[in-house]
């Protein structure tokens, strides 16, 4: 594959490739194998090989594996375990898996993620980051979400967006998030933007791999292509924080991928507040700090999308104030003295754009996962977010007489 990744002292060094694919059907033997690849000494030390497995995800299996080595502490054993990622069925087609490598690289050498220690032909194995897995309603309390605030202002101003962008004249490969099939209309503006790939792009490449088998599915598809035609018209700008409009974006945070980091592990100029960490970088690329940030909003709410849980005005203030404070703190660049007001209002503008996007996925997903997650009942809970925007946003929510849906309400409480 030609991966490489930096290590802390900026040398770039190859990325070790094994020639093994993960098995769920025999997981134990299976993931012991991977392991040994990158934990030789495991195989022949005294003890017991433990392989937790983490239920958070919906797309990928996740594993803890740990060797017990008798006489070492529950945090020493923890400091050498390994995580294993193997990739859901057909995941290829909404992730670019080249380019997760590449994010997860960069991450690491800016101290933002645990070292990659492998690729395997179906997954990635990393080092374990010690700390506790969010929940959804730890996002919404206040320590949480201002750590996650100013990890985030670092994310953004810290990993520059050259490092995953690709060369124009790979630009024609479907793969990676902005090519089209043959056949397939050029959406002009759109694919236009540069850099690439960017969140557009991922959300045009997601669009082209929709199913059209039926008159159905072909209708949904073309209203869809429409809807973000018009979305990318509408809120595409360069008014945020970053380069050209755009920042290094996570585009994940859910509470699963949040890690809150021990006492130990968290000092800095910050004192005692808490500390987090972020994890999985699948979907990373870049994106307006807008989107990253409304995206991360929706995430309160969990996947039952309990709208009653999101961030009201006053609270999403209060973040993107830290958010702005971190990232001048991280950054070369001084902020404009409006930012503040400019960012409150983009976030409001992209509130409708996390449901499009994980509508989408999820309707992909119906097709090829074989998790067992309805993610057909879950595409029309996220798109019904993206509609509910646009009916709030042009008026016709009001001028046909119809109660604001709970997320708008929420939404618009001080």
């Known amino acids: 594959m030609g991966t490489s990744t930096n290590s802390s002292n900026g040398h770039v060094s190859p990325l070790q490739n094994i020639d093994l694919a993960f098995d769920n059907i025999s997981l134990e033997d299976s993931a012991r194998s991977l392991a040994y690849r990158v934990q030789p000494k495991w195989r022949d030390a005294p003890g017991d090989i433990v392989i937790t497995k983490f239920t958070d995800g919906i797309t990928n299996t996740l594993l803890k594996i740990s060797k017990h080595t008798p006489g070492l502490t529950e945090a020493e054993i923890d400091t050498e375990s390994v995580l294993l990622r193997a990739y859901g069925n057909h995941t290829e087609i ?38 506790q897995v969010c929940t959804p309603p730890d996002l919404v309390s206040e320590p949480v979400w201002r750590a996650v605030a100013r990890r985030l202002g670092e994310w953004h101003a810290r990993l520059p967006i050259a490092a995953v962008v690709e060369d124009k004249k ?43 088998n039926t008159p159905k599915q072909e209708a949904r598809k073309q ?4 809807e973000l035609d018009r979305s990318f018209k509408d809120l595409d700008n360069e008014r945020g924080p970053g380069s050209s409009g755009f920042v290094f974006g996570h585009c994940d945070l859910l509470s699963a991928n949040v890690i809150m980091l021990p006492k130990d592990h968290a000092c800095s100029a910050e004192g005692d507040s808490l500390k987090v ?17 409304a995206n991360h909003f929706a995430e309160w709410g969990g996947y039952d999308c309990d709208y009653n849980m999101l961030p009201t005005k006053s609270v999403r203030r209060q973040f993107l104030k830290d958010y702005l404070d971190s990232f001048a703190a991280h950054s070369d660049r001084p902020l404009p003295d409006d930012m503040l007001d400019t960012l409150y209002q983009e976030v409001d503008r992209y509130r409708g754009m996390p449901g ?4 989408v996925w999820a309707l992909i997903q119906a097709t090829i996962s074989e998790i067992d997650f309805d993610y057909a009942s879950y595409a029309e809970v996220r798109l019904g977010e993206y509609y509910a925007w646009r009916a709030e946003e042009n008026g016709s929510r009001m001028q046909n007489n119809l109660q604001m849906p709970l997320r708008e309400r929420r939404w618009a409480t001080e």
């Open 94 to 131: 909404i992730i670019d898996r080249d380019r997760e490598a590449r994010s997860h690289g960069l991450c690491a050498e800016r101290g933002l993620a645990p070292p990659l220690l492998a690729r395997f032909r179906n997954g990635l194995l990393y080092k374990f980051i010690i700390g």
């Open 170 to 212: 790979d630009v024609s490969n479907g793969v990676n998030g902005h090519g089209l099939k043959e056949g397939e209309p050029d959406c002009s503006e759109l694919a236009s933007r540069q850099p690439v790939p960017n969140m557009w792009s991922v959300m045009q490449k997601w669009v082209h791999a929709l199913p059209s």
């Open 223 to 226: 209203l869809l292509q429409k």
């Open 277 to 293: 960490s972020f994890i999985d970088y699948e979907y990373a690329t870049p994106c307006p700090a807008a989107f990253d940030i």
């Open 356 to 359: 499009f996007y994980w509508g």
